[in-house]
């Protein structure tokens, strides 16, 4: 065989599924409490909060996209937009000084939590069968973050950027040909802070190329630095759908 065929054997052998596929992953569903969302800004001279405790949740809807590109089997690149938004609703029963400003005890106020996150990531499968598909990589993530006190006397927020290194983590068990069971997620966990994003759930496969999903999503974490103090522990109901293109 010349090498112009083995260049042409290669190329069909790496555009077919069996070695190369790109999947979309589109998810949401509503965010549906919070167990705790702890805020101290500064973390020097500020006064802790708890949101989720002191103050009212809004139920919002989230959306999350995330893109697969999986090859040589066991490969798989990944990138991930996920916003999240929330509005709490209510008055602290204490003075709060957040951001370097005094939010009076029982006064009604407002706070904008935001959240939002965009990742990278490289996974390798270390079991790739016809059952079970288990897995472990590296994600970078971009984390922006922004917290907003207001009332009909003050406005403020304060909002920040970073970069978060995580561990990636995949295990999905298909006891049925239609059926699925998938554990995922984000972590990892330092000395400044910890971050966890975990979804489990069931995916039900109408055809080849197209499944449902629906599940429990938590977000927990959080960072104690020089600047600001906040952990959070945030639930999804969560539906989606998965295509294969």
Request: proline share 3%; aromatic share 16%.
């Amino acid at each position: 065989m010349g090498s112009r065929n083995i260049i042409i054997v290669f190329l069909l052998l790496c555009s077919s599924p069996l070695f190369a596929q790109f999947k979309l992953d589109v998810e949401s569903g509503v965010v549906f409490g919070t167990n705790y969302n702890k805020v101290r800004i500064p973390n020097v001279g500020g006064t802790e909060v708890n949101l989720a405790e002191d103050l009212s949740i809004d139920p919002k809807i989230f959306y999350r996209i995330r893109g697969t590109y999986t090859f040589g089997k066991r490969h798989n690149i990944s990138a991930l937009y996920a916003p999240l938004s929330v509005k709490y609703n209510g008055g602290f029963g204490k003075d709060v000084n957040f951001n370097g400003l005094t939010y009076q005890s029982g006064q009604p106020l407002q706070v904008f939590y935001k959240f939002n996150s965009y990742r990278l990531t490289y996974r390798y499968d270390i079991v790739a069968k016809t059952r079970w598909r288990v897995g472990l990589g590296l994600t970078a993530k971009i984390r922006d973050a922004d917290v907003r006190f207001k009332n009909e006397s003050q406005d403020t927020h304060f909002d920040n950027i970073g970069f978060v290194p995580l561990v990636n983590f995949y295990a999905s068990y298909k006891p049925s040909y239609r059926w699925s069971v998938i554990l995922e997620g984000d972590a990892l966990a330092a000395k400044q802070g910890r971050a966890e994003d975990v979804f489990a759930g069931l995916a039900y496969q109408i055809n080849p190329k197209f499944s449902v999903k629906a599940g429990y999503r938590v977000v927990e974490g959080g960072a104690d630095t020089d600047e600001v103090y906040n952990f959070n522990w945030i639930n999804y109901a969560s539906v989606g759908v998965l295509l294969t293109l």
